[in-house]
């Protein structure tokens, strides 16, 4: 293509290669942990009612208030609308992979601070739940966008779609994982402990030890991703960032002549020519911008919001 750069060209006619894949899994692990760490909470609210709510004497074991429960179960989401806003305008100004490597670190760290969340009282456990929480979906709404984008950056033309879709079936895995976590963990305090039922004997049926059962069960949303860390810092940042935006044309051509494994020239005045052209500058909210994206993102926004729209039902059932 005329007006493309050479690089950029060879991203888009590469044939699939290992990269590919690597790329696949560095980024559909960031989906994969996302997933997990959303839906894992509505798997372990019954026993957080159970063991920080239950009234001795009661008929029936404690259940978290109505409040309680939805401040639990949706601040996350709040947490990934602002990480969404900031690590996306954040990721276009510092580059992808900083932030990439940024929003991993806040999701482990927070993954972890969310399994020993502390207070002397039920509030105060759930208002430092609910604090670690948020700063947890702050993490994920970074992580969402960034995985997305850096795949469709490194795929060619022709796979591009099946790369992106794969990244993002990451997804139901991560969801699967939770629970797969949650029933292990759950089961093996079950046959250590083998307490009876409520009716049976309520006193004997709240043993201490299980408030370590939904903390270890949040903790593990921490390990895929500390596991990628080390890939995500090894990967080059994206050809199209360094060159149009960082414009690096050294940088761009070198970085991608290592992933494709041939030589690509640093054409210079080619970025140069497209950065300064003043018919490639345009805001956001700019006519220029509806014309030419406005229908791409409306289609996408509302394939987005319709998923948004009914994943939360299953995330806040229990």
């Given amino acids: 293509m005329a007006g493309q750069l050479g690089v950029l060209n060879a991203l888009d006619v590469a044939k699939t290669q290992w990269y590919h894949f690597t790329a696949i899994v560095i980024a559909g692990m960031g989906f994969f942990t996302d997933a997990y760490d959303l839906f894992c909470i509505s798997l372990v609210t019954k026993l957080l ?13 404690g259940t978290l208030p109505p409040r309680v429960q939805s401040s639990v179960t949706g601040v996350a989401l709040c947490g990934t609308l602002a990480g969404q806003l900031f690590f996306g305008w954040l990721g276009d100004k510092m580059g992808r992979k900083k932030v990439y490597g940024l929003t991993l670190v ?29 700063w947890l979906g702050f993490g994920i709404g970074g992580d969402y966008p960034l995985s997305a984008t850096i795949m469709s950056e490194y795929a060619n033309k022709k796979t591009r779609g099946a790369f992106i879709a794969a990244v993002f079936a990451m997804q139901g895995f991560g969801i699967l994982a939770g629970g797969v976590v949650a029933l292990v963990v759950s089961y093996a305090y079950d046959q250590k402990y083998k307490v009876p039922t409520y009716e049976q004997d309520p006193e004997a049926s709240l043993v201490p030890a299980f408030d370590y ?25 994206t050809a199209r ?25 640093a054409e210079e005045e080619k970025v140069k020519e497209l950065t300064e052209n003043e018919g490639n500058k345009y805001g956001l909210f700019s006519k220029e911008f509806v014309k030419r994206h406005g229908l791409h993102l409306v289609g996408t926004t509302t394939t987005w919001f319709l998923l948004v729209l009914f994943c939360p039902s299953n995330m806040l059932s229990n």
């Fill in 106 to 134: 806040l999701m482990v760290v927070c993954s972890i601070a969310s399994g020993l969340s502390f207070g002397s009282t039920p509030k105060g456990v759930m208002a430092t739940l609910c604090f670690f929480r948020f």
């Fill in 241 to 265: 960032y360094t060159a149009l935006v960082a414009k690096n044309a050294k940088q761009a051509a070198a970085d991608m002549s290592k992933v494709l494994q041939v030589e690509l020239e």
């Fill in 49 to 61: 009612g159970r063991i920080y709510y239950t009234q001795p004497g009661a008929a029936k074991p």
């Fill in 213 to 237: 059962v939904w903390r270890i069960v949040l903790m593990c949303g921490a390990v895929p991703a500390a596991l990628t860390y080390y890939w995500r810092m090894k990967m080059p940042e």
